[in-house]
């Protein structure tokens, strides 16, 4: 039988969907509950509240296995064909080259997802009797979202950047510390303080990813490789640097994120996630058209390939000589959509600790499908740190669960107490 939630006061959480849900939704809106820009998301992952609706619809056990079993096929899904685009090669064995092209990719990414987040936003609103929320409400919030906007555009080329010099496993352990670059921010920027266990779960989450990156094989066998041990270790803390700039712009997302729903109590996750993806398509859309113009001013570095001038040309011919890079673009750009929509669905009919619990086992599944789906080998060590790190996060979730639970028990007994005080001065 389908059980019917009470109306429940607005809640927030905390911003994991990087355009990680994708990395861009991110993996700073996964373990949000708002959407984003991979990478989804994507995540600290951890539950504080989340926007809800004030009247529930009923959701019974058809809609709970609808929701999660679409987080999971969309996600799964879009971490493949991240992988598949960021480090496998296409075109003929004998000149195979790579697609490096993630301003371009993520202006696909944000496009589609601004689309399909308008299209869930009409639809959502439909049965309303007032009329469709504005996306952009008023001129005080346009400065944040667009702060969002930059930050979110300015993670996913430094993720991507760093798969030249890590492997695609390590990108995901490390992106399970979001919490880490969140907490930096939120005690240097607003002195906010955290409880201990929150510190140690970043310790025991850090020292994780630290303990995989150490056993990594390719530090181990590195005499027999045409590098030199240095060279590859120099090139691993590289990579790991570039994935810290990457996961503190997530951590910026994620706190003007913050910002923007604690002023505005009635600005709704789909409002965010279509009103980021507009601007970050017009951002990087912008960068895409003016890069020429950009790379002859001073001190401004680029990435541009080397075969062209611009990203939006190499891009496009990348694409007219491995027409099976587009299906590959667009299946992965409606894999991060739709798998955010799936994301607010569940939010408004669950609680968040099914997503947090949801996002946790995907992050689980995402690194066992990788290392099925492309051959990866992990040593007895890199399983260990494997454990640490989601051993943190779900010691984390759970003591969360605990501590909700008890405050939810707390208030009932205050509101019982409150009654019974009603109930004698009334006598």
Not at 159 to 179: E, Q, R, V
Not at 230 to 256: A, C, H, Q, Y
Not at 338 to 357: A, D, E, K, M, N
Request: aromatic fraction near 10%; proline fraction near 5%.
């Amino acid at each position: 039988m389908a059980r019917q939630k009470q109306p429940s006061p607005m809640k927030r959480t905390p911003s994991d969907f990087s355009h990680e849900p994708p990395d861009y939704l991110s993996e700073s809106k996964i373990a949000n509950g708002h959407g984003q820009n991979g990478s989804l998301t994507h995540s600290n992952g951890k539950p504080k509240e989340i926007a809800t609706p004030a009247e529930q619809e009923t959701a019974g056990l058809a809609q709970l296995i609808i929701c999660v079993g679409g987080i999971y096929a969309s996600f799964l899904s879009w971490a493949v064909l991240q992988e598949k685009l960021t480090t496998t090669t296409y075109g003929p064995e004998s000149s195979p080259e790579r697609f490096t092209y993630s301003v371009f990719l993520n202006t696909i990414q944000s496009a589609f997802a601004a689309l399909t987040g308008y299209i869930y936003l009409l639809v959502s609103t439909r049965n309303s009797k007032s009329p469709t929320p504005a996306i952009f409400p008023s001129r005080t919030i346009l400065f944040p979202l667009i702060l969002v906007a930059i930050t979110s555009s300015l993670a996913s080329p430094f993720g991507y950047a760093s798969l030249a010099h890590i492997d695609y496993i390590t990108f995901i352990l490390a992106k399970s510390c979001k919490l880490l670059p969140v907490m930096f921010l939120h005690l240097t920027i607003f002195r906010k303080r955290y409880p201990l266990y929150k510190y140690l779960v970043v310790a025991l989450v850090t020292a994780g990813v630290a303990v995989f990156t150490l056993h990594h094989p390719s530090s181990t066998k590195s005499k027999s490789k045409s590098k030199s041990g240095l060279e590859i270790e120099n090139s691993s803390t590289w990579g790991l640097v570039l994935l810290g700039i990457n996961l503190l712009f997530d951590g910026l997302t994620n706190t003007t994120q913050d910002q923007i729903f604690t002023s505005s109590k009635k600005y709704s996750g789909p409002q965010m996630m279509t009103a980021q993806n507009i601007l970050a398509t017009l951002l990087t859309t912008t960068f895409l058209l003016l890069s020429p113009y950009l790379t002859s001013l001073p001190l401004i570095g680029l990435a541009i390939p080397p075969e062209s001038t611009t990203e939006l040309s190499s891009a496009l011919s990348f694409l007219t000589r491995n027409p099976i890079v587009l299906k590959d673009v667009l299946a992965f750009s409606a894999c991060g959509a739709i798998g955010q929509i799936f994301i607010y669905y569940t939010l408004s009919h669950f609680s968040s600790l099914l997503l947090v619990t949801v996002t946790v086992t995907r992050k689980m599944l995402t690194m066992i499908l990788s290392v099925l789906w492309f051959g990866h080998r992990l040593s007895g060590m890199q399983w260990v740190g494997v454990g640490l790190v989601f051993g943190g996060v779900g010691a984390e979730g759970w003591i969360q669960r605990v501590e909700k639970r008890r405050r939810k028990m707390e208030a009932e007994a205050n509101g019982k107490g409150k009654e019974r005080l009603e109930k004698e001065k009334s006598k």
